[in-house]
C-alpha cells in the first residue's frame, strides 16, 4: 500500500512539473502576444494619423 501511494505521489509531482513548465510557456507566449498587440495597435494609430493628414489636405 505505501508503494502505490508513494508512486502515486511521484506521479502527481511529475504532472504537476509538466503543468508548471507549460505554464511557463503559455506566460511566455501571452507576453509576446502582448507586445505583438502593442505594435499592431501603434501602426493602426500612425495609419489613422497619417489618413487624417491626407483628408485634411496635409499630406
Given at each position: 500500500m505505501?508503494?502505490?501511494l508513494e508512486q502515486k505521489?511521484?506521479?502527481l509531482a511529475q504532472?504537476?512539473?509538466?503543468?508548471?513548465?507549460?505554464?511557463?510557456?503559455?506566460?511566455?507566449?501571452r507576453q509576446q502576444l502582448q507586445q505583438t498587440l502593442l505594435r499592431i495597435?501603434?501602426?493602426?494609430?500612425?495609419?489613422?494619423e497619417l489618413a487624417a493628414q491626407?483628408?485634411?489636405g496635409n499630406g
Open positions: 505505501q508503494e502505490i505521489a511521484q506521479q504532472e504537476y512539473e509538466a503543468g508548471q513548465r507549460m505554464l511557463a510557456e503559455l506566460d511566455g507566449k495597435e501603434g501602426a493602426i494609430q500612425v495609419l489613422r491626407v483628408r485634411e
